[in-house]
């Protein structure tokens, strides 16, 4: 059946590739020009997008936010927001974890509806179950694949996290300077006409907000609180605590503590699920302990148990785990006390690690398109990319998308990320 080959292909979907199968997979259902999903769970990509280039090249996250505000109880809403710049028909749809999917364009197959019952402005849509319940799938396995990725896919989000704090930053420091400085020429008392002063003076502070918004609101989508994401873990491990009969005993880290980058608490979770999950399969486990403490450059974590001291750190689980802290520059230590029980801590570093991703050489990139790549490392925009050349920006375009296949990325920050992280920077 087409809804079962949907389904299994929408669960086997990497990450890269979520996006384009739900959009295949809700295409007989309900067909869209494009589709993009918004979740903070991957803040190094939180867009994974698919369809029309001309909107899923220029959404942006405070468009995406703002129809995120418009959902109503239930979770859907359909109406016309700006979407890339442009006015566009719209269907979003929320999910249990938090993400957003937004349907561009959207046209019912068949006999299906989307009436809205508020005359086309915005309202509540009624759409098949079927995309409700292939979207609510998608959602739930981007959750599932981020507290699992892979080490190469830990080092490029956070690589694309701080390549996207650091053009934000640039943003704001440059427009922030310029509309600084109109303000004080509006606010000059030898200007005349006092009405267009005030006009253009409100004009220029409201975008001052605006940046602003968007400069704090990027760093939150790469960036949680401590106390925060430690929340999050306690809430992972309630359904164990209520139907194992083991005490797990949570120790608070101090709410003032270093915010974490997204993947570091991302894989601190995971790896303290994948531990206390560990010492559960002991035999005479009655308690377990769990602590975080910050100590401004690390996230230290310490997991305990009463058991007998039994837990292997050859076990398949437990290498795992080691892993995951291998990727993040980090270290765990594993004490075993015999007939006490198991000690474990784990030290992550809250800044980026010195290493890299494999050689460059594995993009299989022609050197024209390295040429390409290294210009744009070093914040070349494409005219200038033309010029330095002698080609077409067509031609540089036609380059970069070869680029973009060729290295994974979804955007050109994303290809700049890669590049830095590959020591292209000049």
């Not at 719209?90 to 019952?117: F, I, K, R």
Request: a neutral charge; hydrophobic letters at 40%.
């Amino acid at each position: 059946m087409p809804l079962l080959e949907a389904i299994t292909r929408l669960s086997a979907a990497p990450l890269t590739e979520i996006a384009q199968r739900l959009h295949q997979a809700t295409a007989p259902y309900l067909r869209s020009s494009a589709l993009v999903i918004f979740t903070e769970d991957c803040t190094g990509r939180p867009q994974k997008k698919s369809g029309d280039e001309s909107v899923i090249s220029r959404v942006s996250i405070a468009e995406l936010d703002h129809i995120r505000t418009s959902l109503n109880s239930s979770g859907t809403w359909r109406g016309t927001a700006a979407i890339g710049g442009t006015d566009r028909t719209a269907l979003a749809l929320g999910s249990p974890t938090n993400a957003l999917l937004v349907l561009t364009d959207p046209q019912p197959v068949g006999q299906a509806s989307l009436d809205t019952g508020a005359g086309g402005t915005g309202g509540e849509a009624q759409l098949p179950w079927q995309v409700g319940y292939l979207w609510n799938l998608a959602a739930e396995r981007i959750r599932e694949k981020v507290a699992d990725a892979p080490p190469s896919y830990l080092i490029e989000s956070r690589a694309a996290s701080a390549e996207r704090v650091r053009v934000t930053a640039e943003l704001v420091d440059r427009h922030s300077t310029t509309l600084e400085t109109l303000l004080a020429a509006l606010r000059s008392p030898t200007l005349p006409d006092e009405t267009a002063r005030k006009s253009a003076t409100d004009f220029a502070a409201k975008a001052l907000v605006e940046l602003r918004t968007l400069n704090d609101r990027t760093t939150e989508l790469v960036e949680e609180p401590v106390a925060t994401a430690f929340q999050r873990l306690r809430e992972d491990l309630r359904p164990l605590m209520h139907f194992s009969g083991i005490d797990v005993q949570f120790i608070e880290p101090p709410v003032n503590g270093r915010a974490l980058p997204g993947e570091v608490a991302h894989a601190a979770r995971a790896i303290v699920r994948g531990l206390v999950l560990a010492m559960v399969e002991q035999p005479d486990v009655r308690r377990i302990r769990t602590q975080w403490d910050c100590d401004g450059a690390n996230l230290l974590i310490n997991v305990r148990d009463d058991g007998l001291g039994s837990l292997s750190a050859e076990a398949p689980s437990i290498a795992r785990l080691a892993q995951r802290v291998e990727v993040l520059d980090g270290r765990m230590a594993i004490d075993l006390m015999q007939g006490w029980g198991a000690d474990v801590a784990v030290t992550i570093p809250l800044d980026p690690p010195g290493r890299t991703l494999p050689d460059v050489a594995a993009w299989n990139l022609g050197d024209r398109e390295l040429e390409v790549l290294q210009l744009l490392a070093a914040g070349q925009r494409n005219r200038a990319i033309a010029g330095k050349l002698h080609v077409s920006e067509n031609t540089v375009k036609f380059h970069l998308r070869n680029i973009y296949r060729k290295l994974g990325a979804t955007s050109r920050t994303e290809a700049i990320a890669l590049a830095h992280s590959n020591g292209l920077r000049n």
